[in-house]
């Protein structure tokens, strides 16, 4: 997936009519299923109403017993059970059904033992297409209704009586009665398509499908109309509802690429006998992995080719690559338990760059990776992060997996593994590790085993003391001398008030920039002298890879920003720049000296570089400025980055994609941080001609306009936006009008834009993302803060899953101990789901934030203060 009452009782009566309803709240014990019977194939037949919102269910379970026993459980939400047969050695018996609705299980009960060995379940039953984007749910056009599923990590429970345990793998035949005008897709093929078993409806058959887990079944019902495309000899569909549907074949383009790419790189064919990619219309995650049919958001997917910006293309290209990397890792390969999430998420996320920057080498995707790298490394670093491997035993704890630490930390961790064997060592290590697995489960010491003995390395030590501590390492480097440095290491903290409590010990490869290739040494202890090899530069991190921070004596430091246009990459300038805004943060350093790194990168021709910067720039205005000194920081970037803006304003029919995304860069600095007169007019006349017409604006420039004007926008703008995000076909384009009533600074604006976030006519999936993003800036939080204050319940039916911990966690942009503790008092009362650890992040950054303002404004104020700032740019 891209980037979500407690009580028993029991029927007393042979299935007369057993009903499970889901409690609001989750338990908070641990509800795992018992050992002792394991699945081996589901049939399922199961007929949606689309207007009734319901669906019945006719499902066969094969299992084996491991010994006798009189019950079998397994998970069960929001079903109604009619009837429930156990047949074993020939002899049926009818099934009492008790329910928990806290563990989210039934327990078949039958009056003689069952024998160890197979038996079959069969169970009669009913459910709810829902409205919480999960399980078998509701999903809604203008025009008519659809029926999708959404089931990691919990939820194929809610469709189907299932072993809902990433461990429990099984294979699958599917049916679906379906509507005579309406089409259905699955994991696999269409096997069979027979009208009936009653008139105005069809019975569609799939085929059976290799052995997976519970979570990786989809099924979707509805008008889906495809474009199709074709790769290894793999057929590849990209489908959506009617209108969009031409909208798909870009990701068709990327798919066919990948997934060549990826029959290469694993030494293993794709295990599916087709792809389908399916856009659905409310969809709360960015992507999710079903084996063989893979469902997106529509923002993630659907794209006009020829109008889209690169943002939008590198976006469809990343999550397609993401999903399909799924297929092998997470897919046919599958973790265990939900702990060890990190292998199928960080796994994918690590993969996704690889294919993307085959395709297209001219969209610089390692400099996104030097970005998204230096923001794990922040997040990490606050007091309040877990460690990769982390327990997670209830719904609400799964749910809390899927953030930064499963993805980016553990996608980081991976390449900095592979920079240090080698890249074809750990492409063979991952083959290896894959093929010892197919359709089955594993662990993380099964693959840092098999990367262990496939290179010879001590990569088992490496991956274990990264898996296994939390945080984030900061090296200290000696001035080499006779060929050597002295290196310790302890853990990082961005707040300079907090101290680890108790000391960690990392095995970290450190790699030493070099004329040529890299050289890397391990450092395996807490303080350890490591060789250096000759170099212009002392420079400990080359490529970017090292998840860690770095500490250099002054006069190494210096000759590093004396060269850093010159004798580092691209890439190495990000990672030093965010480094020295780290070390910023935790009291090292100045936040004069962060500025003075600022304007010596001012003039770098790479937009991943600047966009670097201006991250910082921008939490220096927002977080540590008083009024007085954002006026002056204002004129400061105006002054600094007006010239290289002046460079690439106008550009030629033949500039290259790079030239547009750093003027659209530069043009966002100075109009959101510089306020900059001449471009807050320019990106005002870009959004009116944006609102008449997409297509007619540079596809770069886009979103900056559109983000400064709005900041600044009228109730006559406001009204625009809002008819365009009702009106627009494109869900680009759409998104991109909706999102931006949120960006509105004038008070008035912004509760009208938050008041049609909660009016119901906003899809749940999106509603969310109003206060976020509001929440976030410092000129709309308080608004923001108080209309959820004030409108809570409004506020609270709105949130799914995945979003509450977002829209929780977004309160840790505030910067004061006030809101501090009011942000914590109305989240003690005001309980939302899977957003416990959410909460505590929010309430460390406000601190984080707190000591950085006081530590850092007269720091801030006596730089500006020495700086000749010219008196026309104030």
Request: aromatic share 10%.
């Amino acid at each position: 997936m891209f980037r979500r009452s407690n009580g028993i009782f029991s029927t007393g009566v042979k299935m007369a009519g057993a009903v499970l309803l889901l409690a609001a709240t989750l338990a908070a014990h641990a509800q795992r299923l018992p050992a002792g019977v394991s699945p081996t194939h589901y049939t399922l037949t199961l007929a949606p109403d689309l207007k009734a919102a319901t669906f019945t269910g006719d499902e066969t379970v094969d299992v084996v017993l491991a010994q006798s026993s009189n019950a079998i459980t397994l998970n069960a939400a929001e079903i109604t059970f009619k009837q429930v047969t156990i047949t074993a050695q020939g002899k049926t018996q009818p099934a009492t059904v008790t329910l928990d609705a806290g563990k989210e299980q039934a327990t078949f009960h039958v009056a003689d033992a069952l024998p160890s060995g197979k038996a079959s379940i069969h169970i009669l039953y009913s459910g709810i297409l829902n409205n919480q984007l999960r399980g078998f749910y509701l999903s809604k056009t203008a025009k008519r209704n659809y029926a999708v599923t959404q089931f990691e990590p919990t939820d194929a429970r809610r469709a189907f009586p299932s072993f809902d345990e990433p461990e429990m793998k099984a294979t699958y035949t599917t049916r679906l009665i379906v509507d005579a005008g309406d089409t259905a897709i699955s994991n696999t093929n269409i096997v069979s398509d027979t009208p009936g078993p009653m008139a105005g409806k069809h019975t569609i058959l799939f085929a059976t499908t290799p052995k997976m887990s519970t979570y990786l079944v989809a099924f979707l019902v509805g008008d889906f109309q495809c474009v199709s495309g074709e790769s290894d000899g793999v057929p590849i569909r990209a489908c959506a509802t009617p209108d969009k549907v031409q909208l798909g074949a870009y990701a068709v383009k990327a798919a066919e690429f990948v997934l060549h790419y990826y029959d290469n790189y694993f030494g293993i064919k794709y295990p599916m006998p087709k792809l389908d990619m399916i856009a659905i219309p409310d969809f709360e995650a960015g992507a999710m992995e079903n084996f063989g049919a893979i469902t997106y958001r529509e923002t993630d997917f659907l794209i006009d080719e020829k109008t889209a910006s690169l943002d939008a293309k590198k976006r469809v290209a990343i999550v397609v690559a993401h999903e399909m990397a799924h297929q092998w890792f997470g897919d046919m390969v599958t973790m265990q338990w939900w702990d060890n999430l990190w292998l199928n998420e960080g796994f994918a996320t690590w993969m996704e760059s690889k294919p993307v920057a085959a395709w297209h080498p001219e969209w610089k995707q390692p400099q996104d990776d030097a970005l998204d790298l230096d923001a794990i490394l922040n997040v990490d670093a606050g007091k309040v992060t877990r460690t990769i491997r982390a327990t997670a035993n209830t719904p609400s704890e799964i749910n809390e997996m899927f953030d930064g630490i499963t993805y980016q930390k553990g996608g980081a961790v991976l390449a900095m593994v592979e920079n240090y064997v080698g890249k074809e060592t750990f492409r063979r290590g991952v083959h290896n590790y894959l093929k010892a697995h197919m359709y089955a489960n594993a662990t993380a010491e099964d693959f840092w085993n098999a990367q262990t003995k496939t290179s010879g390395m001590p990569v088992d030590t490496v991956m274990q003391s990264f898996v296994a501590l939390p945080g984030v390492p900061l090296l200290h480097f000696s001035t080499p001398k006779n060929g050597v440095t002295q290196v310790s290491q302890e853990r990082f903290f961005l707040s300079p008030g907090v101290k680890p409590e108790h000391p960690q010990t990392w095995s970290i490869p450190v790699c030493f920039k070099t004329v040529k290739q890299p050289k890397c040494e391990l450092l395996a202890s807490a303080a350890q002298t490591l060789t250096v090899p000759a170099s212009a530069i002392f420079f400990a991190d080359a490529g970017d890879k090292g998840y860690y921070r770095s500490v250099y004596e002054p006069e190494e430091n210096q000759a590093i920003l004396a060269g850093i246009e010159t004798a580092l990459t691209p890439v190495e300038r990000i990672g030093f720049a965010g480094n020295a805004w780290a070390l910023m943060r935790s009291g090292r350093a100045s936040v004069g000296d962060y500025l003075n790194l600022a304007e010596e990168l001012k003039n770098d021709p790479n937009a991943a570089v600047i966009e670097n910067v201006a991250s910082a720039l921008g939490a220096v205005s927002d977080r540590i400025a008083t009024g007085p000194d954002r006026d002056l920081l204002a004129a400061w970037v105006r002054q600094q980055f007006g010239p290289a803006y002046d460079r690439v304003k106008t550009l030629a029919p033949t500039a290259s994609l790079e030239q547009h995304q750093l003027r659209a860069t530069l043009f966002e600095v100075l109009g959101r941080i510089g306020r900059d007169p001449q471009v807050m007019a320019e990106a005002q006349r870009q959004t009116e001609m944006y609102i008449q017409n997409p297509a007619s604006v540079d596809p770069a420039m886009a979103r900056a306009a559109l983000s400064i004007a709005t900041a600044n926008g009228d109730s006559h703008l406001f009204d625009q936006f809002l008819k365009l995000s009702q009106t627009a076909t494109n869900p680009d384009v759409q998104t991109a009008a909706l999102f931006s009533l949120a960006n509105f600074h004038d008070p008035v604006l912004l509760r009208r834009a938050l008041d049609y976030a909660t009016s119901g006519r906003v899809r749940n999936q999106d509603s969310a993302f109003f206060f976020v993003i509001a929440l976030r800036s410092r000129d709309t939080q308080q608004v923001a803060w108080q209309y959820i204050q004030d409108n809570w319940d409004k506020v609270h039916a709105q949130i799914t899953t995945m979003m509450g911990a977002r829209l929780v966690g977004a309160t840790g942009s505030f910067c004061s101990e006030e809101k501090r503790t009011a942000v914590q008092n109305f989240f003690s009362t005001h309980k939302v789901m899977a957003a416990d650890r959410a909460l505590k992040s929010a309430e460390d950054a406000i601190g984080d934030c707190v000591a950085l303002r006081t530590a850092q404004q007269p720091n801030l104020t006596a730089w500006l203060a020495q700086q000749k700032i010219n008196s026309a740019v104030q």
